[in-house]
């Protein structure tokens, strides 16, 4: 069976960013942090921590953990968790985010459609498969467009409940671009509403977290709703 080395588990090397901080202050002051305890491990002790619990789940569904094609899943599960769909639990992994002053004052809506995100509900810890829509006013400051999709995937790489994930962009980019001026929309397939439980394939779900004018002025609202 593989172990760790440095390499595969080097994950929380980097300092906070001052915009991460910014923005873990502005989520915890405005009650919508993930709900974290500070456990004082390392990024090597949480792979091994979750290896060693799955390979107790591979023995319990009474599946050879000896099968080639088997031994290795412990290891991957806790790599991929440690490494991808929950490293945006750790601050260090946000997004290196470029904002630049509007000196061409611009004021009309920047509207970024079809952010393609996927994510993980908390209930569950299966996939939430979804498409999210980010608009804001400019005021002083303009964001590099790119940084927006990654702002929503950062916040997908979480176990996660839609809610919380809409407002958590909503606040970081109001945060960053120093305005309330903003609105987030996401809609999403829970797989496990799709693919357990009540099973149904068809449905999904909307969420809309909208602030300053976007609530405010019907208008903005509808401009930012309507395609
Ligand atoms: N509001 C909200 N609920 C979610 C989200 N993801 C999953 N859920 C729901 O969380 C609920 C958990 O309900 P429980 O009754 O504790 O769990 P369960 O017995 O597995 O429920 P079923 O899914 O109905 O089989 C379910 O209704 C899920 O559909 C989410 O992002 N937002
Ligand atoms: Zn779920």
Redesign the pocket.
């Known amino acids: 069976m593989k172990t760790a080395t440095a390499e595969t588990n080097k994950v929380s090397t980097l300092p906070l960013s001052d915009e991460a901080a910014r923005v873990r202050d502005a989520l915890i002051k405005h009650g919508l942090e993930t709900p974290m305890i500070e456990n004082g491990l390392s990024t090597e002790e949480k792979y091994q921590r979750i290896k060693a619990a799955f390979e107790d789940v591979v023995y319990t569904l009474g599946l050879d953990i000896n099968d080639d094609s088997l031994s290795e899943t412990p290891h991957r599960i806790a790599k991929m968790y440690v490494k991808e769909i929950f490293s945006g639990l750790d601050y260090s992994q946000f997004p290196k985010i470029t904002v630049i002053e509007n000196k061409m004052n611009v004021d009309e809506m920047v509207k970024v459609s079809d952010i393609s995100f996927t994510s993980t ?4 810890f299966v996939t ?1 498969d979804g498409l999210a829509k980010v608009a804001y006013l400019p005021k002083n400051k303009i964001i590099g467009l790119s940084k927006i999709n990654r702002i929503v995937r950062y916040f997908g790489q979480r176990p ?6 809409t407002q958590q962009v909503l606040v970081t980019l109001q945060t960053l671009l120093e305005t309330d001026n903003v609105a987030v929309s996401i809609n ?1 397939t ?1 797989y ?2 799709k693919a ?3 099973m149904d394939a068809s449905s999904s ?1 909307q ?1 809309t977290a909208l602030g300053g004018l976007f609530k405010r002025s019907d208008k903005t609202r509808s401009e930012f709703l309507a395609s």
């Open positions: 509900c908390e209930h569950h939430i996660q409940v839609q809610e919380r994930l999403a829970h496990c509403v357990r439980g009540v779900t969420t």
